[in-house]
């Protein structure tokens, strides 16, 4: 039987092998940036890589996720290297497409070649056979919330249950015979100073939908028989502000959102304006207590003009969660690429005050969710551009490999271990009877 250490140094030899291949596949996504939901180029693509390298898999999960299951030499638990399909839509991006305005201005164009990289060390016939358990290759679509009156439809014809893809992926069962989980993340020097960062937590949110309806009338010669409703969301907006004082520092609210639909000409009063936005926060509680005040603003700006408003709750994520036991191998890899130096290691009550959904899977399961510093700018921003592909890529393939292959070594005793000392704050079904009740609608008229 071969050595862990001779395991690990055959993956990482194999994967520096594979490097100019893996950062040539992280460019050609680069150049292809697709929302999520519309992930179609990025997930063939995925598919063809994933095929070369061996891997029998399904495609087509939640639209265009894909899941790929590769045996070692003994039974045992299964852990999942994930990696995330869709960008953003950041109009003045170098690498925006101008037909879309999408661009991957937060690295998730990495984050499928590190899986396949992760795959490369791992599948080597002398690495594999030494692992009792099974690896799971896993690209989800849509882990960025935007576009949500699409995604709302999406919902609303079948095509989807929950609205985001490690959502949709637990909802379907893609995640029933997985029992641990990791993804590595891009970050940028303006926040993080060493090579890799474990640890920290996350945002909740609940995602909104809004549509203020009033009268349409001619907007110079009888605006007072119109009904305005873009001064109704204005209203609503002003009255929002009024209460970021009422929210306690400690639970991190951030209220914020955007107007998708304003009118639809110039000389006519508004009577279809629509807004998309956020409501997170440190915990639950404190968003459902944010949640609560801004649909009485919503509703305030529908009284004031004698408009109406259609309010959609979406379920959004669950902060994250690192497992401790996970993070400490994963740490330790880490040491062993770039240096003890180039390692921070946050407190668990760190926020940096987005939100993921691999929060969502956190709950279910023991998960990690590190950061890679590769990228200069500030994140989802126009500046936001990943330098240094080694970084980005290779190296944390490696340091994911390497963790496998110490949770499956051994007849895969520490990842037993782990499991059996894991309790998770939900199930599945209680996961999705928490998300579903989450999901609410509400016309309100007033008069």
């Not at 949640?291 to 529908?302: E, F, I, P, T």
């Not at 993921?356 to 551009?385: C, E, F, K, N, R």
Request: proline share 4%; net charge negative; aromatic share 6%.
């Amino acid at each position: 039987m071969s050595t862990l250490e001779d395991l690990k140094a055959k993956a990482q030899a194999a994967i520096d092998d594979r490097a100019e291949w893996l950062i040539r596949n992280a460019l050609t996504i680069l150049d292809n940036p697709e929302p999520g939901f519309h992930e179609i180029k990025t997930s063939r693509f995925v598919s063809e890589k994933m095929s070369e390298l061996g891997i029998d898999h399904e495609s087509g999960i939640a639209i265009t996720g894909l899941k790929g299951v590769v045996q070692g030499g003994k039974p045992g638990p299964t852990v999942a290297i994930i990696g995330e399909l869709d960008s953003l839509r950041v109009l003045d991006h170098p690498h925006t497409d101008p037909d879309t305005g999408a661009a991957h201005a937060c690295g998730h164009h990495c984050q499928t070649p590190m899986m396949l990289g992760a795959a490369v060390g791992l599948m080597l016939p002398e690495v594999l056979e030494n692992l009792a358990g099974n690896i799971a290759f896993i690209a989800v679509p849509a882990e960025e919330f935007i576009d949500v009156e699409y995604r709302w439809g999406l919902h609303q014809n079948g095509t989807l249950g929950l609205m985001a893809g490690k959502q949709e992926f637990i909802r379907l069962g893609a995640f029933d015979d997985v029992d641990m989980a990791m993804i590595v993340h891009t970050a940028s020097d303006s926040q993080e100073s060493t090579k890799f960062s474990i640890g920290g937590t996350s945002n909740g949110h609940v995602v909104k939908f809004v549509k203020f309806i009033g009268k349409a009338s001619h907007a110079g010669g009888s605006p007072h028989l119109g009904v305005n409703a873009l001064q109704a969301a204005m209203v609503a907006l002003n009255a929002l502000n009024t209460q970021r004082e009422t929210f306690q520092d400690q639970n991190n609210i951030r209220l914020h959102g955007i107007l998708t639909q304003g009118g639809v000409s110039v000389n006519s009063i508004p009577a279809d304006v629509r807004y998309e936005g956020r409501v997170r926060g440190r915990t639950a509680e404190a968003i459902a207590d944010a949640n609560g005040k801004m649909d009485n603003c919503l509703r305030a700006g529908a009284l004031t003009m004698g408009a109406q408003v259609e309010i959609v709750t979406i379920p959004g994520y669950l902060p994250m969660k690192n497992h401790q036991g996970m993070m400490d191998i994963f740490k330790q890899n880490a040491i062993e690429i770039v240096g003890e130096s180039e390692i921070t290691t946050h407190p668990a009550d760190r926020n940096r005050g987005g939100s993921t959904d691999m929060g969502d899977l956190s709950q279910l399961m023991p998960v990690i969710h590190p950061y890679t510093t590769a990228a200069t700018g500030s994140g989802h921003s126009v500046d936001y551009v990943v330098q240094d592909y080694t970084q980005a890529v290779v190296n944390p393939a490696k340091a994911m490999a390497m963790t496998v292959i110490d949770l499956l070594y051994d007849d895969g005793q520490k990842a037993k271990e782990l499991i059996d000392n894991h309790t998770p704050l939900f199930n599945k079904n209680s996961y999705l009877n928490f998300q579903n009740s989450r999901l609410t609608e509400e016309r309100y008229i007033g008069e």
